[in-house]
């Protein structure tokens, strides 16, 4: 059984950091392309970031150059470094091989304060 426990969320002010952790059992992150997702309220959730299996990676326009994603093959784990958050991060987040629209876990909340 596939299951993610994400992990390292709080309140923040703005301009703060956190580091996500994600760790999977039942599904191995090192054949697997791996996101960080999130969703805020009101919203849909949407990829924040990515990591290919090689280690190429993705961020979106909204959080580049103030969010990196990493990968640790031997702990079954990614990770979401945040800096210079904002209000609009606030949201619950989410890690999930890319694509899977399954196997959700209950996320980490994330509150940045103005």
């Known amino acids: 059984q596939v299951q993610f426990v994400e992990s390292g969320g709080g309140l923040v002010q703005a301009g703060g950091s956190l580091t996500l952790s994600c760790v999977g059992s039942?599904?191995?992150?090192?054949?697997?392309?791996m996101g960080w997702y999130r969703q805020a309220p009101g919203k849909q959730r949407e990829l924040v970031a990515d990591i290919s299996i090689g280690g190429d990676t993705y961020t979106v326009p909204s959080v580049k150059g103030r969010f990196t994603i990493a990968r640790d093959h031997a702990k079954n784990a990614v990770y979401l470094q945040m800096n210079s958050l904002k209000p609009e991060d606030t949201a619950v987040y989410y890690c999930n091989a890319l694509g899977s629209s399954s196997h959700w876990g209950q996320g980490t909340q994330v509150t940045v304060s103005s």
């Open positions: 039942g599904i191995s992150f090192s054949i697997n392309a």
